[in-house]
């Protein structure tokens, strides 16, 4: 069973079980949803669509053959095994961020997963 750390606002509240956030059933009729949730890196699996969040060409690049993100404010670097090797069925790029505090320390971003778009 993977865990995650739920985030609220600026704190992380405890670890809980890996589950999709489509709480509305929103993404549920998709046509893209099974791809979204077999999903997978080399640091397991991303989760589906409703968990991911969508960047904007400028919330991203490429640079010295690793990728970067900007999220919350700051670039963080992606982990190689974070990126997913698949083709991009959804076109757009993707991320999958993991909020943490280690031991009440500052609030820090692990990348679980990452998709680049087309960059246009």
Not at 22 to 32: E, Q, Y
Not at 81 to 102: L, Q
């Amino acid at each position: 069973m993977t865990f995650v750390a739920v985030f609220l606002g600026a704190r992380v509240l405890g670890l809980d079980p890996a589950v999709g956030r489509d709480l509305d059933g929103r993404f549920a009729n998709s046509p893209l949803h099974g791809w979204f949730e077999g999903l997978r890196s080399g640091r397991g699996p991303c989760c589906s669509d409703a968990d991911g969040r969508a960047l904007s060409d400028v919330d991203w690049e490429s640079k010295g053959g690793h990728y970067r993100v900007y999220i919350d404010g700051e670039w963080w670097d992606v982990p190689d095994e974070a990126v997913i090797k698949e083709p991009n069925r959804a076109g757009r790029t993707m991320v999958w961020p993991v909020y943490y505090s280690p031991q009440g320390g500052p609030l820090r971003i692990e990348i679980r997963c990452f998709m680049p778009g087309s960059m246009t």
